[in-house]
């Protein structure tokens, strides 16, 4: 059984930074990638952060970009998403996601979400 568990979220003052964590068990993604998606209140999901372990290619959502960094554990199953900089408007459910394979686009496993509040 693949699970994803996000932890790190919280509540922080615009401008303050967070970490999140998601570690994966259950099968390899050594071969594939794990991203980070979040979605607020009334609002559809959005791309955060991803990254190819096999190539080491990083993406990211353009406003997170210079703010956010997407890296990941030697095991290839843990994915971190550093968090600078942050906004009232990053407020948001943070879901981390995997992938066995970057020839889908599609994520098929998903975490639970972690919440992140940033306070004006």
């Known amino acids: 059984q693949v699970q994803l568990v996000e932890s790190g979220g919280g509540l922080v003052q615009a401008g303050g930074s967070l970490r999140l964590s998601c570690a994966a068990s259950?099968?390899?993604?050594?071969?594939?990638?794990m991203g980070w998606f979040r979605q607020a209140p009334g609002k559809e999901r959005e791309f955060v952060a991803a990254?190819?372990?096999?190539?080491?290619?990083?993406s990211y959502g353009d406003s997170m970009k210079g703010r956010f960094t997407i890296s990941g554990g030697n095991a290839k199953n843990t994915v971190y998403l550093q968090m600078n900089s942050l906004k009232p408007e990053d407020t948001a459910v943070y879901y981390c996601a995997a992938r066995a394979s970057v020839l889908s686009a599609q994520y098929p496993y998903w975490g639970q979400g972690t919440q992140v509040t940033v306070s004006s």
């Open positions: 259950g099968r390899t993604f050594s071969t594939g990638g």
């Open positions: 990254i190819r372990w096999t190539s080491s290619i990083k």
